[in-house]
């Protein structure tokens, strides 16, 4: 059985910092396209954030993330991180982790993706 499992949602000030952890059990994490997702309280849809391919060497960003936000993962090591730096309010959402040991075609679209994460809440305060 797939489990993903997020961890270091928070709450933080404008301009702070937080690290966000994805460990993933039940599969070989190797062969997983990786990404992170969040969505924010309003009942706006599901947006992607940043996703890395199986053995690290793409990398996709949001628009909104871009040079803020830093996505890595360690195949021996497990889990994927989301460093995410220079926090604004509207950052504010639960940050979900995805994984797909399939062709992803479409990196930022949602529907690619098997496995999910229950979310992690990152709350920034103006």
């Known amino acids: 059985q797939v489990q993903l499992a997020e961890s270091g949602g928070g709450l933080v000030q404008t301009g702070g910092s937080l690290r966000l952890s994805c460990a993933a059990s039940?599969?070989?994490?190797?062969?997983?396209?990786m990404a992170w997702f969040r969505q924010a309280p309003s009942g706006k849809e599901r947006e992607f954030v940043a996703?890395?391919?199986?053995?690290?060497?793409?990398?996709w960003y949001a628009d909104s993330v871009q040079g803020r936000f830093t996505i890595t993962r360690d195949n021996a090591k497990n889990p994927v991180i989301l460093q995410m730096n220079n926090l604004k309010p509207e950052d504010t959402a639960v940050y979900y982790c995805?994984?797909?040991?399939?062709?992803?075609?479409?990196?930022?679209?949602?529907?690619?993706?098997?496995?999910w994460g229950q979310g992690t809440q990152v709350a920034v305060s103006p």
């Open positions: 995805a994984a797909d040991p399939g062709v992803v075609l479409n990196i930022r679209r949602p529907d690619e993706y098997a496995n």
């Open positions: 039940g599969v070989s994490f190797s062969s997983e396209t």
């Open positions: 996703g890395i391919r199986r053995n690290g060497g793409r990398i």
